[in-house]
């Protein structure tokens, strides 16, 4: 279990209070400090995988709580960025409503003996989540990037979008047997 891949996800755990605070507190300087707090911990996501494959440590705990530190980490930073009037609500609801549905899936799927890995939609649906929560982040102080930010915000929301119809589209056998 303890393993670096392990450690680097339950660092990533530690860091969404931390991020939270900072964005939502009166913190000189937040966009800096959320912003680097935020790809630090988007870096620990990158690293534990590759480190886990190369180093042949994959582990049963890890593969639970990786996906578990992702959807914590997106899900504070997101609604953090409602609070601070940076992302409209009904957006990041289906945002993280997504998150909680594709887990949902995979939790039935794993209970079938069914793994369900993330395919390239997925992983440009998270590229696209971590470059416009670093966008929003960056732009609290300035309406410079209010434009940017929004085509992200549309972008993300369409990747998120088409990423879970794809995914219930591709595993919608494990739904209906599931209920069989």
Same mark, same amino acid.
């Given at each position: ?6 450690? &680097? $996800? ?7 209070? *931390? &991020?939270? %605070? %900072?964005? *939502? ?9 959320? &912003?680097? =707090? ?5 870096? $620990? ?6 480190? /886990? ?18 959807? &914590?980490?997106? #899900? ?8 601070? !009037? !940076? ?14 549905? %594709? ?9 079938? @003996?069914?793994? =369900? #890995?993330?395919?390239?939609? @997925?992983?440009?649906?998270? $590229?696209? !989540? =971590?470059?416009?929560? #670093?966008? *929003? ?11 940017? /930010? ?7 929301? @369409? *990747? ?9 589209? !591709? ?10």
């Amino acid at each position: 279990m303890w393993n670096i891949p392990n450690l &680097l $996800t339950l660092l990533r755990i530690f860091m969404v209070p *931390l &991020l939270v %605070v %900072v964005l *939502l507190t009166e913190v000189p300087d937040k966009e800096y400090w959320g &912003l680097g =707090i935020f790809l630090l911990a988007a870096l $620990t996501d990158a690293l534990d995988g590759i480190i /886990a494959r190369r180093t042949k440590t994959i582990t049963t705990t890890g593969a639970m709580l990786d996906p578990i530190a992702d959807k &914590l980490l997106m #899900s504070a930073a997101f609604i953090s960025l409602v609070e601070l !009037q !940076q992302a409209p609500a009904w957006m990041v609801t289906l945002i993280v409503g997504r998150e909680f549905a %594709v887990t949902a899936l995979r939790l039935i799927a794993l209970e079938r @003996g069914i793994a =369900i #890995s993330a395919n390239w939609l @997925g992983k440009a649906k998270t $590229t696209s !989540q =971590i470059v416009t929560v #670093s966008i *929003l982040i960056f732009s609290l102080n300035s309406d410079r990037w209010d434009v940017i /930010a929004l085509i992200a915000l549309w972008i993300t929301l @369409g *990747l998120t979008v088409a990423s879970m119809v794809v995914y219930f589209w !591709q595993n919608r056998k494990v739904l209906t047997e599931a209920d069989a």
